[in-house]
């Protein structure tokens, strides 16, 4: 960025007018993605420097979901976290403020909220390094589904500024867990293998029957997720260190068990993203939106491949199960 | 012997009207369980002013215009305001007989009611259910039931798939088109929302009633006990009604993925109607057929309801309407030789197509005639009584309380009138 951006309007307005240069692959959306949410969190910290003064210790602010696996749509909700060093009062005081502080610059600047509440201005994901490691043990222990959902959302931590070895740590923690208790692993599967059908016995697209969507499909409930859900359970089971689902790909393909299988994937995967920029050049107005493919807008050769997509999502999901019900016998 | 079997006749016929009347008790369930809280109570309990309604005028006139023995091909012209006399060489009471046919009525008038359904103004209710019950309803019945040129043309319908069910199917579409769809059922590009029922255990609990009360509407329509005969038409009657609750089930999981419950209840009630014209004609496969093929017809005629922008809120134009053709028109293809005591056997019984073509015609004519008339009647309505429909803001806060002053459901409203109400009392109290 050339010019000296240092207010959340004018950040807004650069990134409205550039994002379009940026649609050409999904990769180069999210560097641009990266580089307009690092100047949220630059005008965010001179704030509260003006405020509060200088981070009362070292930090790491982190993006987790479609932002932390670096494949966001053109607009994707806010999921972050922040841990730092010192657990004392001043130092908690300061950052749930720059949490908050954070988390409305990415607002103003047009990433919305988090139906969830993933954001650094919430205290489950705004806590000392100490605390995390507290809440990471208690997640791991409870095995509830909502802990287990938590674990998941964090193993998508991707630093985005300050201590990148915070953040790997508790994944160490994670993966240390599974060493000892592989069943976790089962769990971890039934949390994520439910997916929306998208695909009928007659091989039609089965679209949204009612709402502003009728027609569509739901490119994110039913071609993203199951590709995502098992990357990353491949990942926890093979303590890969990325945290995006293409370069777990990478990483995974290097373990001769996977290579042959991980090279379509990968295809499919690229295929998918594709299908979403495409989506990008028209309608883009709200949130939802960019999840949402009309399939009236596709050509038969498309949609043929669409629908191999999805088939191939659920090969996945069964390939999965038995890599991870073959390791329990 | 005989006066035995007067007695029991006239139980039988008792019974059924019973049985019919409880059905209403189906449609308040379905009804109530298919729409809003905010509208529950008034969806229920005008269905209850509506049958006292609908038995006072087919007192006063109804049966006389359908029974009435100085009648013509058009209508009956005798027996109004009944006194309960009984009729000469009826091995039946006709005070029971009568009862029967009021709870006929009575459903007819409800399903009609379909298309009102989260929007009319309770007035339109009251006027109405005077003249639906009054002229639309008579005039068919009789035609198909009083000895009518339909009766005499040899139109089968036994218990009333046309008499009753498109009848109230057509003046249902008429209230639904100049009603125009509820508030949020479309969008502006097209697209249709799903407005969801408040509780799918009151629809499917309504679905149940009504399936037990039909026993009444068709095995009853046999009026006599004499040979046992009514036990086989029970028999249809829940063939039918199970085909079409799985092949509902089947459809909707086909195309959509998913079974869905809604369509599987509507496929019961389909099977259901389309039976009832048939249930004393044909075989018991024939009742199977009928119904499975009423459970996917009345998938696709929810599609074709949304697609044309009708805003059907408890589909009784798919259920009642789309089944009620079906139904009638099963007659011309499997009515038997031995079974049909009135017309001739179906196409596949070697009648040819000509029992076929009777039941189009009746099925073209009755369904045309209770729509033009009603939709007469509901525009002249619309006119005379500047609307039919609720405001804006009362369909928004709810027919419960803009129509009634209560609610269904007081608890799951009241409290943020209650702070509205203390909020006043502050205000004034500051004014002060």
């Known amino acids: ?51 509060c003064g200088e981070p009362p210790c070292l930090f790491s602010w982190f993006l987790m979901g479609s ?62 390094k100490r605390e995390w490691e507290a809440q990471m043990t208690k997640w791991l222990k409870e095995e509830s589904f909502e802990s287990i959902r938590f674990l998941l959302i964090f193993y ?136 949402y493919l009309d399939i009236k807008e596709l050509d038969k050769a498309e949609k043929k491949e669409l629908k191999n997509l999805f088939k191939n999502g659920k090969k996945l999901q069964e390939y999965t199960k038995s890599i991870i019900k073959g390791k329990m016998q | 012997m005989k006066e035995i079997m007067f007695s029991l006749n006239s139980v039988w016929l008792v019974l059924g009207a019973v049985l019919v009347i409880l059905m209403q008790g189906g449609f308040i369930l379905l009804e109530a369980g298919s729409t809003r809280m905010k509208n529950a109570g008034h969806i229920a309990g005008k269905t209850v002013f509506t049958f006292g309604m609908a038995s006072i005028v087919f007192w006063a006139v109804g049966y006389g215009f359908i029974f009435g023995n100085s009648g013509n091909f058009f209508v009956g012209l005798s027996d109004f305001f009944y006194s309960g006399k009984q009729a000469e060489g009826m091995n039946y009471s006709t005070s029971a007989y009568f009862l029967f046919q009021l709870a006929f009525a009575g459903i007819s008038l409800t399903i009609a009611f379909g298309g009102f359904a989260e929007r009319a103004k309770l007035t339109a209710y009251v006027v109405f259910s005077i003249l639906f019950s009054a002229i639309v309803y008579p005039i068919i019945a009789h035609w198909i039931w009083g000895g009518g ?30 009603l125009k769809p509820r508030i949020g059922k479309f969008n502006k590009n097209g697209t249709v929302n799903n407005i969801y029922g408040h509780n799918q255990v009151f629809t499917a609990l309504g ?42 089930l089947i459809i909707s999981w086909m195309v959509l993925g998913k079974s869905d419950i809604t369509t599987i209840l509507n496929g019961a009630l389909a099977g259901l109607v389309a039976i009832t014209a048939s249930c004393a004609f044909v075989e018991t496969w024939a009742a ?44 011309g293809l499997f009515a038997t030789k031995e079974l049909a005591a009135v017309g001739k056997p179906g196409l596949f019984y070697g009648g040819g197509f000509h029992q076929l073509g009777v039941q189009a015609m009746g099925v073209a004519v009755c369904g045309l ?64």
């Open chain 1, 67 to 128: 932002a932390g696996r670096f494949e966001q749509a053109i607009i994707s909700d806010q999921d972050h976290g922040l841990i730092y060093e010192q657990s004392d009062e001043k130092s908690n005081e300061y950052f749930q403020k720059l949490g908050k502080e954070i988390t409305s610059g990415l607002y103003a600047v047009g990433y919305p909220y988090c139906d969830g509440h993933v954001m650094s201005s919430n205290p489950v994901w705004c806590k000392s």
């Open chain 2, 369 to 432: 005639f209770a729509f033009v008339v009603s939709f007469a009647i509901l525009y002249v309505m619309k006119k005379v009584m500047n609307g039919l429909r609720v405001t804006e803001e009362e369909e928004i806060i709810g027919l419960d309380v803009s129509e009634h002053g209560s609610y269904g459901y007081p608890e799951a409203f009241m409290k943020e009138e209650q702070r509205k109400e203390e909020q006043k009392e502050e205000q004034s109290r500051l004014a002060n």
């Open chain 2, 288 to 331: 199977v057929v009928i119904g499975f093929v009423a459970g996917i017809l009345v998938f696709y005629s929810v599609k074709l309801f949304d697609k044309l922008k009708i805003d059907d809120p408890i589909f009784a134009l798919s259920v009642h309407g789309a089944a009620g053709i079906w139904g009638t028109l099963s007659n």
């Open chain 2, 207 to 248: 679905v149940l009633v009504l399936w037990v009360g039909w026993f009444g509407f068709n095995a009853g329509s046999t009026f006599v006990v004499d040979d046992g005969f009514f036990g086989f038409v029970a028999l249809n009657t829940n063939l039918a009604a199970g085909a079409g609750a799985i092949a509902a």
């Open chain 1, 156 to 291: 998508d931590a991707r630093v985005l500024v300050g201590e990148e070895k915070y953040v790997s740590e508790l994944k160490q923690k994670i993966h240390d867990y599974i060493e000892t208790k592989p069943y976790f692993m089962e769990r971890l599967l039934e949390n994520t293998i439910h997916v929306k059908k998208a695909v009928g016995v007659f091989q039609q697209f089965l679209t949204e029957t009612h709402g502003a969507h009728t027609g569509s499909i739901d490119l994110k409930h039913s071609g993203f997720l199951p590709f995502v859900n098992c990357i990353r359970l491949f990942a926890l089971k093979e303590k890969a260190a990325s945290s995006t689902t293409l370069s777990r790909i990478d990483e995974l393909s290097n373990l001769p068990a996977y290579t042959a299988e991980l090279d379509v994937y990968r295809a499919d995967f690229e295929k998918l993203l594709s299908y979403r920029l495409k989506q990008h050049q028209k309608s883009t107005e709200d949130y939802d939106d960019v999840h």
């Open chain 2, 149 to 178: 040129w339909l009766a005499e043309h040899g139109k089968q319908d036994f218990a009333g798939s046309t008499v009753v069910h498109l009848t109230g199917a057509a003046a249902s579409l008429a209230a639904t088109i100049l």
């Open chain 1, 1 to 51: 960025m050339s010019m000296v951006i240092n207010s959340y309007d004018s950040l807004k307005n650069w990134r409205d007018s550039e994002i379009d240069k940026h649609l050409t692959d999904s990769a180069e959306l999210n560097h641009f993605h990266d580089t307009v949410m690092k100047n949220v969190y630059e005008i965010a910290l001179e704030r509260m420097k003006v405020q």
